[in-house]
């Protein structure tokens, strides 16, 4: 069965620096999406994205984050100057269509030190 | 806005037997889905069961169906013939015309023999 695969596993930066999470989509998924959850909270929307734009972004999502589709295959999260609080487990996840159900990744954990 | 309230933090269930988990969600949409979702050890998030809000027809998915009471926006899970590997993280979960996920904040299953 196709997965979303998500890499790197666990990521370790220092506070301040820039990070890119990368994701691979289902194939042929249309609809793309990064949440995160910080260790003991809920599972948090951060962005959606659709033909090649954001479509909505939560209030977490501010100046600090951006994401591309950079080609045909992968989905990237940056986070830049990053702070401690972004220490979190990050999901990608993609449908084939609006309100169709969200295939997720393994995530990533990022470690901010 | 969206909310999901998972009142149950963690359940514990013998192995073969059955148990129930509570949610309730609120929403100004007329047009929404629910999920259960499933999140083991091994952190993938995993697609348990989906409801439709315009059915009134409880989904059922093998041993895993729903109760859905949309006057009193309430959506548990039952589990029948509990195994082993259904111990992890269930996370009820909602969504409406924005496509985005909004997660309660779980609840840890334990099984036992």
């Known amino acids: 069965e196709p997965e979303v695969t998500q890499t790197p596993s666990h990521q370790v930066t220092q506070m301040g620096q820039e990070v890119i999470l990368r994701c691979v989509p289902i194939?042929?998924?249309?609809?793309f999406y990064w949440y995160r959850q910080i260790l003991g909270q809920k599972v948090e929307f951060l962005v959606s994205f659709y033909n090649n734009e954001i479509s909505e972004k939560s209030e977490i999502f501010d100046d600090q984050f951006s994401v591309e589709r950079p080609d045909g295959s992968n989905f990237t999260l940056k986070i830049r100057s990053t702070k401690l609080e972004d220490s979190a487990m990050y999901f990608c996840?993609?449908?084939?269509?609006?309100?169709?159900?969200?295939?997720f990744g393994d995530g990533t954990r990022l470690s901010i030190l | 806005a969206q909310t999901v309230t998972q009142s149950q933090p963690e359940m514990s269930v013998q192995e073969a037997e059955t148990v129930t988990l509570s949610c309730t969600y609120d929403t100004s949409e007329s047009d929404y889905y629910l999920f259960w979702y499933k999140q083991p050890p091994s952190r993938q998030m995993i697609l348990v069961i989906r409801q439709e809000a315009y059915k009134q027809q409880n989904a059922t998915e093998n041993r895993f169906s729903v109760n859905f009471q949309k006057a009193a926006k309430s959506f548990s899970l039952k589990i029948s013939d509990s195994q082993l590997g259904d111990a992890a993280m269930y996370f009820c979960v909602i969504t409406g015309t924005a496509s985005k996920l909004t997660f309660g904040t779980g609840t840890r299953l334990q099984v036992t023999l």
């Open positions: 996840a993609s449908s084939q269509g609006f309100n169709q159900p969200q295939h």
């Open positions: 194939s042929n998924h249309l609809y």
